[in-house]
């Protein structure tokens, strides 16, 4: 295990700590300049970035047990008011040469099933085990959570593009309390970043991308979207574990 690591970094480490791998250090910098560009769609994570409320963590190629501990604790800080609409990115060391995107994805779900297959907490029995499901979403920690993947891989959705890294999102679903998929606040928000995004993809939004909830949508295909207009096809690469007896 990689004892130097610590779960969770704010944007103050970035500019203080010196133990920080060079690397790390490195995609930090692009990310920060990327989502502080004005033009940048996400207008949450534009001002969470400028304002220092977002946390940080990483992993190694070979070492992904920072993982899970840097998700459980910014979970345990997110039950803080006061970081209500903060989120989490995780940064995963780059490949020695830059990766597909299906070797990204492969990552990326590999990553999350790591996650819960270290999982203690029990899967809510209220929560769909078919990821197949409409209402099917990833839960850590008994916490629904909203992952999304950004590779350098993406060469035509640039916004998915935030460096040599791949960088998961974590935002827990509570989040988006009165942005939800048919509220009022949720839709007008919504068809605003989507505009911003096309305009800086220049494509239109991917055909995967709906609200949670939606009847005719899948979730996690929207977790790691692909780098086309194509819709995603197959089966969801996350297996649950067993149930405890």
Same mark, same amino acid.
């Given at each position: 295990?990689?004892?130097?690591?610590?779960?969770?970094?704010?944007?103050?480490?970035?500019?203080?700590?010196?133990?920080?791998?060079?690397?790390?250090?490195?995609?930090?910098?692009?990310?920060?300049?990327?989502?502080?560009?004005?033009?940048?769609?996400?207008?949450?994570?534009?001002?969470?970035?400028?304002?220092?409320?977002?946390?940080?963590?990483?992993?190694?190629?070979?070492?992904?047990?920072?993982?899970?501990?840097?998700?459980?604790?910014?979970?345990?800080?997110?039950?803080?008011?006061?970081?209500?609409?903060?989120?989490?990115?995780?940064?995963?060391?780059?490949?020695?040469?830059?990766?597909?995107?299906?070797?990204?994805?492969?990552?990326?779900?590999?990553?999350?099933?790591?996650?819960?297959?270290?999982?203690?907490?029990?899967?809510?029995?209220?929560?769909?085990?078919?990821?197949?499901?409409?209402?099917? %979403?990833? &839960?850590? /920690?008994?916490?629904?959570? !909203?992952?999304? +993947?950004?590779?350098?891989?993406?060469? @035509?959705? =640039?916004?998915?593009?935030?460096?040599?890294?791949?960088?998961?999102?974590?935002?827990?679903?509570?989040?988006?309390?009165?942005?939800?998929?048919?509220?009022?606040?949720?839709?007008?928000?919504?068809?605003?970043?989507?505009?911003?995004?096309?305009?800086?993809?220049?494509?239109?939004?991917?055909?995967?991308?709906?609200?949670?909830? %939606?009847? &005719?949508? /899948?979730?996690?295909?929207? !977790?790691?979207? +692909?780098?086309?207009?194509?819709?995603? @096809?197959? =089966?969801?690469?996350?297996?649950?574990?067993?149930?405890?007896?």
């Amino acid at each position: 295990m990689n004892t130097t690591v610590e779960a969770l970094l704010t944007k103050e480490d970035f500019q203080n700590r010196t133990d920080l791998p060079k690397w790390l250090l490195k995609e930090y910098q692009t990310f920060h300049n990327t989502v502080t560009d004005k033009t940048f769609p996400c207008y949450f994570g534009m001002s969470g970035e400028l304002k220092g409320e977002l946390r940080y963590a990483y992993v190694t190629q070979e070492d992904w047990s920072n993982l899970p501990k840097a998700v459980s604790s910014f979970l345990e800080l997110f039950n803080d008011p006061k970081h209500k609409r903060h989120g989490l990115f995780v940064f995963v060391e780059p490949f020695e040469t830059e990766g597909t995107l299906d070797e990204y994805r492969k990552q990326f779900w590999d990553l999350l099933q790591y996650m819960h297959d270290v999982d203690n907490t029990e899967w809510p029995k209220e929560a769909p085990r078919d990821p197949d499901h409409y209402l099917w %979403d990833f &839960t850590f /920690n008994g916490e629904p959570i !909203f992952v999304f +993947g950004n590779t350098p891989a993406y060469k @035509q959705r =640039k916004t998915r593009d935030l460096g040599n890294a791949m960088v998961l999102g974590f935002q827990p679903r509570r989040i988006f309390e009165g942005l939800k998929g048919t509220e009022r606040g949720g839709v007008m928000s919504r068809e605003k970043v989507r505009a911003r995004v096309e305009a800086w993809d220049h494509l239109p939004t991917h055909p995967d991308i709906s609200h949670f909830g %939606d009847p &005719t949508h /899948n979730e996690w295909k929207q !977790f790691f979207i +692909g780098d086309d207009s194509e819709p995603i @096809q197959g =089966k969801c690469p996350f297996t649950h574990k067993e149930m405890k007896a």
